[in-house]
């Protein structure tokens, strides 16, 4: 065994998970921003017909799962199963539209971690022969994490500066043994590394010591080259996670900056958004892989890909019981050559 | 591809995934009960030195998981993934433990039937070639289950008889690639299933049909006899919940009255112990399967075992929004000839 493993942490595809579809839906004022012409589905409100914020968070991820079932020419009793997620308690949205989609579900969370690591498993089951199609997303929505994790919106909280925006967005990545498109080449499951931030309003911080673990460990196991990618894209740690994570990363001797963004950063225009260091949330990273990250991939303009989704894995009751924020990431490596 | 799939949704292992080791730590109620003989630790008090029932529950799963280690006589640091959850709100228990043990982290999310689904995933990593040690466990804890689900201990609200009592307790298992002992044959992984009910004290009503349609399709899928295992054990549906499984089972032509059990009916004793329809919580099936089950398995008593962990998707605020509950059943059948 351990064949498939490269170092301590890294684990190497064999066969071919391709990714055959991506898609992705979002809120009027990630519609609005910079990526505004890339989504599948812009909202024109954020209930989408729904009475209630969850209920509509749950049909977008419902949506954004249907659609990469369709981009690909499959129906949805093809899929074999389903690993999705979301931030809110007891994975409402994601639960409640599993039992729309009736795909065998395995439900996982890691925060806003969510999208690579439903990439990770679905990769693992395809490559272990274990399923044909595979289908992975997730969702996050401001209004339904603001209530949850911050103040009920009606009060109007402001936010200091080092905080960030949730998505409203949902996106999809239906993973498949055959087919043409891009390939998942290598994962990397990530620890969980806490180093003691307390402020639930900085978590750029308190993620991008994650961040850095996971890609250093990728690192290490692979002794790849940083600059053979085309982008190395962090989930959501917004402008300041984003330095920290570069410098940190660099103190132990690997540079990425020449091709690192965060999603965080692409999804909105800090200078005309207010949205303080950027975009955070599951469906940061899900949509703009979905939407902006994917079809680069598709038509070669990227060959190679990092995608590192980053989660704070603190909750309301571990803030009220003064723990520090637990933070994890996990990494997907994905080529078109 | 498709070589480990049988039928629609059943996966063959082809290797032998083997439980190397299991572990259990319970409350003082759980340790009164018929079980008491059998568990790794019995805690003294629900807090376990902790200052919070969160931060007991977090250190129980913690414990669990370097008890099976130990057992395994493995080190921490040869676990290549770990996989995790429990009920409550961000998986605060397992994150916070996940931290500890410093092992790549997949969180899950399946209510109670995160037992079952932690196995299925750590089956399909080893069996795939990804890892050759795989942990996986889950908790619940009364006090922390009761507060966020229902009533604040202190009002001292009765339960309805259909009510069933959260295990305080947690379960870990330690699979790898080799190695002697039991083998996990085939794992189904659960659809949700939502039939309407809307009664969070009547879980086992509403798990049921979840458990039905994951038992069905093992059966459907294999041609297996019900007949050729010694025990199929479902997780928490109580005594209300265990006898809709038998008649809708029956009517779908699958007699398993002869091999059944719940594990909420194991962990307590419903006559002495006020417990109503039994057990429930994600630490029932995982402690009745690590301290009961595996070792009968081990010394052969039983030579063949299917675990259906049963899972209810509904969070506070789904109920709160009038929504039904949508339920999960994941099965695992394990062998030792």
Chains 1, 2 share one sequence.
């Not at 595809?13 to 009027?28: F, L």
């Not at 999804?267 to 079809?295: R, W």
Request: glycine letters at 10%; proline letters at 4%; a negative charge.
């Amino acid at each position: 065994m351990r064949n498939k493993r490269i170092g301590k942490r890294t684990m190497k595809m064999e066969s071919t998970p391709t990714i055959i579809s991506t898609a992705s839906v979002v809120g009027p004022k990630e519609g609005q921003g910079p990526l505004k012409d890339e989504f599948d589905v812009i909202l024109p409100d954020d209930l989408y017909g729904e009475k209630t914020w969850e209920l509509a968070e749950s049909k977008m991820i419902q949506t954004a799962m249907e659609l990469a079932v369709q981009k690909a020419e499959k129906k949805l009793s093809d899929v074999e199963i389903l690993f999705g997620g979301d931030l809110i308690n007891q994975i409402f949205p994601a639960s409640f539209a599993a039992r729309e989609l009736a795909i065998p579900f395995c439900g996982i969370y890691g925060a806003c971690s969510t999208m690579a690591l439903g990439m990770c498993l679905s990769s693992i089951v395809v490559d272990g022969g274990f399923a044909d199609y595979a289908l992975c997303g997730t969702s996050s929505h401001y209004c339904t994490a603001e209530r949850q994790f911050r103040f009920p919106l009606e009060l109007g909280n402001q936010k200091p500066m080092t905080a960030q925006w949730t998505v409203t967005g949902a996106g999809s990545v239906f993973i498949s043994s055959s087919g043409n498109g891009p390939k998942i080449k290598y994962i990397t499951i990530g620890k969980v590394v806490d180093k003691g931030i307390e402020d639930g309003n900085n978590m750029g911080a308190a993620m991008a010591p994650a961040a850095v673990d996971t890609i250093y460990s990728y690192f290490e196991d692979t002794k790849d080259d940083p600059n053979s990618f085309d982008v190395i894209a962090t989930g959501d740690l917004g402008s300041l996670g984003k330095k920290i994570t570069e410098d940190l990363l660099r103190q132990r001797g690997i540079d990425i900056s020449d091709v690192y963004t965060d999603c965080g950063l692409e999804i909105f225009d800090l200078k005309e958004q207010d949205v303080h260091c950027g975009g955070s949330g599951c469906g940061c990273s899900a949509t703009v892989f979905s939407s902006y990250i994917y079809p680069k991939l598709l038509s070669k303009q990227f060959k190679k890909v990092m995608l590192v989704s980053t989660g704070a894995l603190l909750s309301p009751t571990s803030t009220l019981q003064k723990q520090t924020i637990p933070c994890i990431a996990h990494a997907v490596v994905i080529e078109n050559q």
